[in-house]
């Protein structure tokens, strides 16, 4: 499998919009997982975003109503549409995919899926 590459990291200030997306077309055959992770430097890392074979998201509560998953339609490139941001966004956001699994546990599978990317830093100033 060809690794998952981020893209569209960046500064914002509280309030504003991020939009992240990763190249995943290797990994949409069949049952799978995608998500987003985050991780900051001394910390776990922490399920953000899942959706699953059947299109179904799935998202942490810190993000829930704030963050939106989703694929286009040629399931090629995952997408985290993030808005209203807050300095406790401020993380390494990584996109992650398994195209031997699919979300059975929701965003908690995303940290510990297969594969994933080297990240893009999202830093969220006030």
């Known amino acids: 499998q060809v690794q998952p590459v981020e893209s569209g990291g960046g500064s914002v200030q509280t309030g504003g919009s991020l939009t992240l997306s990763c190249e995943i077309s290797e990994y949409t055959d069949g049952g799978h997982c995608l998500g987003w992770f985050r991780q900051v430097p001394g910390k776990e890392r922490e399920g953000v975003a899942s959706?699953?074979?059947?299109?179904?998201?799935a998202y942490a509560d810190a993000v829930k109503g704030r963050f939106t998953v989703f694929l286009d339609n040629a399931k090629t490139t995952l997408y985290l549409q993030m808005n209203s941001l807050k300095p406790e966004d401020t993380a390494k956001y990584y996109c992650a995919a398994d195209p031997t699994t699919d979300c059975y546990d929701g965003v908690d599978t995303v940290p510990v899926l297969r594969y994933w990317g080297p990240g893009t830093q999202v830093t969220v100033f006030s």
């Open positions: 959706i699953g074979s059947h299109d179904e998201p």
